[in-house]
């Protein structure tokens, strides 16, 4: 329960998605900056043991920081919201929409913003059907240079750029070795942005876009996450009108897909100003390396203030 020093928060970290060292990376930041804040925190790897912990203790908040499956693909959400458990971030039916990139992709062009051409495989499709024929379909459907990547999933694991028609099997058997399904999408070539949106209460709006330019122009997992392998520059060098209409196209997406309290947005702005939605994340990265802290930092907030507002949002919205 909450005392003077603030109210008891739970942070989840860790699970067992391939993103398991970037959660625990996350959870630890997110710690530090709700006990900077003044609150009580419990750092939580979601165990066995979890649920239990949290029908005895009955914690005022909790912050999840899971990334992957563990936290994104809605099932600990659902859990979370079933024992009545104050919740910073999406509901689990939010988080499955965005979970899968097929899904969301569909639900944002419908609502009017730009997405690259693809085709959507599941790996028993593309044994069944032959690689070799499936592939050949997927060269005359899709010309130039490709992006294959798993339908679900998060910090560019099982990601890759085809520029060579001869690499597209080996991609799609490093997608599938992340996922059961993998998209073959068209590439955009431009800038890349992610745009952080925060809700704290008077309705989503979006932080000061980042600029991502990884040095190998890949902006891999290495290049996430390693210091020194990519330049960020928050808020972005792009004119106003560009950065405008991607930041709406961010907030438009938090709304199609129904999400709550924080998400990030990633976009590729190619040269006619045109953003092309890529992916949305439920619950981003918040290691020290990651794009929503830069967000923040760039907006004149602090993570203590933000993540603390979220906190006290969730909170009051279950009482």
Not at 113 to 120: K, T
Not at 204 to 231: C, D, H, K, M, W
Not at 298 to 315: C, D, I, K, N
């Amino acid at each position: 329960m909450s005392d003077s020093s603030g109210l008891y928060v739970v942070v989840l970290a860790g699970g067992i998605s391939h993103e398991r060292d970037v959660s625990l990376r996350s959870g630890r930041r997110v710690a530090d900056a709700l006990a900077a804040a003044g609150h009580r925190v419990v750092l939580r790897d979601p165990d066995a043991g979890l649920l239990p912990f949290l029908t005895d203790d009955r914690p005022d908040v909790v912050f999840p920081a899971l990334h992957g499956s563990s936290g994104e693909d809605g099932s600990l959400l659902d859990l979370l919201a079933s024992i009545g458990v104050p919740v910073v971030g999406s509901s689990g039916a939010a988080a499955r929409r965005a979970w899968s990139k097929p899904v969301a992709s569909s639900l944002l062009g419908a609502a009017g913003v730009a997405v690259p051409e693809s085709i959507v495989l599941s790996h028993e499709s593309f044994r069944e059907l032959g690689a070799s024929s499936v592939l050949k379909v997927v060269r005359s459907t899709l010309d130039g240079d490709l992006v294959v990547k798993p339908a679900s999933g998060g910090s560019a694991q099982g990601v890759t750029i085809v520029t060579d028609t001869n690499d597209l099997p080996r991609a799609m058997v490093e997608a599938f070795t992340y996922a059961d399904v993998a998209v073959v999408e068209r590439r955009i070539v431009g800038t890349e942005l992610a745009v952080t949106v925060v809700d704290t209460g008077a309705g989503p709006r979006a932080l000061p876009a980042v600029e991502i330019e990884p040095t190998t122009g890949v902006y891999s997992f290495q290049a996430r996450y390693n210091a020194g392998e990519t330049t960020f520059y928050a808020p972005s060098r792009l004119d106003d009108d560009a950065v405008s209409t991607v930041s709406e196209a961010a907030v438009l997406a938090h709304r199609t897909l129904g999400l709550r309290d924080l998400s990030r947005v990633d976009f590729i702005v190619d040269a006619a100003g045109t953003p092309w939605f890529l992916e949305a994340n439920v619950i981003p990265g918040l290691t020290e390396t990651s794009l929503v802290p830069l967000a923040i930092a760039a907006s004149g907030a602090s993570p203590e203030e933000l993540y603390g507002a979220l906190v006290e949002a969730a909170r009051t919205r279950m009482n």
